[in-house]
């Protein structure tokens, strides 16, 4: 079991940067594959960029390649850079984890965070 905590959303204008983070309640480097979600009100939760659990191989949704920018410490914390925001980033981020070796989905979840752009 691990529990998660995202901080760092705010409101913010277009064109801003800002930085999430997600601590988790146990060390997770090496143990879990992590990501950022992110749901916008009325519409489903996509995922936005995931990495596994060693840190070197990061993946992320076409909408934000190359504006956002997926990274973890070797500890327990798991980190979102979002540059050049625009509104459509609009949405309650959230963390997820998961065990690798295993073929389910994300197993842990924080309850997220809210990020606003403004134009």
């Known amino acids: 079991q691990v529990q998660l905590q995202e901080s760092g959303g705010r409101a913010v204008q277009a064109g801003d940067s800002l930085r999430l983070s997600c601590a988790a309640s146990?060390?997770?480097?090496?143990?879990?594959?992590m990501a950022w979600f992110r749901q916008a009100p009325g519409k489903e939760r996509d995922l936005v960029a995931a990495?596994?659990?060693?840190?070197?191989?990061p993946d992320y949704a076409d909408s934000v390649k190359g504006r956002f920018t997926i990274s973890r410490n070797f500890q327990n914390v798991l980190y979102l850079d979002l540059n050049m925001v625009k509104p459509e980033d609009t949405a309650v981020y959230f963390c997820?984890?998961?065990?690798?070796?295993?073929?389910?989905?994300?197993?842990?979840w924080g309850q997220g965070t809210q990020v606003t752009v403004s134009s």
């Open positions: 990495i596994n659990r060693d840190g070197d191989k």
């Open positions: 997820a984890a998961k065990d690798p070796s295993r073929s389910v989905p994300y197993q842990y």
């Open positions: 146990r060390r997770t480097f090496g143990i879990y594959a």
